[in-house]
């Protein structure tokens, strides 16, 4: 992890500008062979991890939602709430109004793509209206993710957030330390994180990102896991974006012994 010479920190950055829907446009209106990968890999950690342990419906989160919903639909068979926290003003209206409802050029809901990679697990299958299901168990939050309160949810999910809200590796590490110290001891969690990220642009707008490796996701994580399984997901070809190295995804459960 290399710190840049300038630093941004997260109270530095433009979040009540962020443009959800110019976000979704060029991220999500097609599922990349990167997120396919990551969406089986959470899918599988999920199952297998409740064929396990039956104790469901739990109380889950899913930090810094933005525009993506694909992590929160990770958590539906699992889930009777599940509390959808981000920093943006704007992102959390786009949420409230659930303009997330968006429809694809096929007339489909977007979102339907990626449930449909979940739905080959007899889980999510087993939900016939995903898209009502969200809407019906989701609680929209307005907040900082270093204020969560601690062991407040049983399940969670952190998707491109730690890595992607300032250059500082302290407010990384801090970041993974707040999101994890917010599952209770054994809660399963799924992260993903944006390797050698150099920052992105979302519609008008700049934001910065802390430059990670998989050696420092395992470091940070390890602190706070266990069971933890990190894989590193090659970018797309083409990628959708320049100015990273691929993606690493992380899954395990929430320690007892940390603090």
Not at 49 to 54: M, N, Q
Not at 136 to 155: C, K, M, Q, T
Not at 201 to 226: I, K
Request: proline share 5%.
């Amino acid at each position: 992890m290399r710190e840049p010479l300038v630093q941004v920190l997260n109270d530095d950055a433009p979040w009540d500008s962020f443009d959800a829907r110019a976000y979704v446009d060029v991220n999500y209106r097609c599922v990349t062979a990167e997120d396919s990968l990551i969406l089986a890999i959470v899918r599988d950690h999920f199952a297998t991890h409740f064929d396990a342990d039956g104790r469901i419906p739990l109380r889950g989160i899913d930090v810094g939602t933005g525009a993506n919903l694909y992590p929160a639909l990770s958590l539906l068979p699992w889930c009777h709430e599940i509390t959808l926290c981000d920093r943006s003003a704007a992102n959390v209206e786009w949420l409230k109004r659930q303009d997330w409802a968006l429809m694809s050029e096929r007339g489909e809901w977007l979102w339907s793509q990626f449930w449909d990679i979940l739905a080959e697990r007899p889980a999510y299958g087993a939900i016939a209206e995903p898209r009502s299901l969200l809407g019906s168990l989701s609680r929209v939050e307005h907040g900082n993710l270093f204020d969560l309160p601690r062991a407040g949810w049983e399940i969670g999910t952190m998707f491109f957030v730690a890595e992607s809200m300032s250059t500082s590796r302290e407010e990384f590490e801090r970041a993974v330390a707040c999101f994890l110290g917010s599952l209770e001891p054994g809660a399963p969690f799924a992260a993903a994180f944006v390797r050698g990220s150099a920052g992105y642009d979302v519609g008008a707008e700049s934001y910065p990102a802390c430059d990670v490796a998989e050696s420092d996701v395992h470091a940070t994580l390890a602190r706070y896991s266990e069971r933890c399984e990190i894989t590193v997901v090659d970018p797309s070809v083409p990628p959708f974006r320049s100015g990273y190295s691929g993606m690493i995804v992380a899954c395990g459960r929430r320690n007892s012994h940390s603090a």
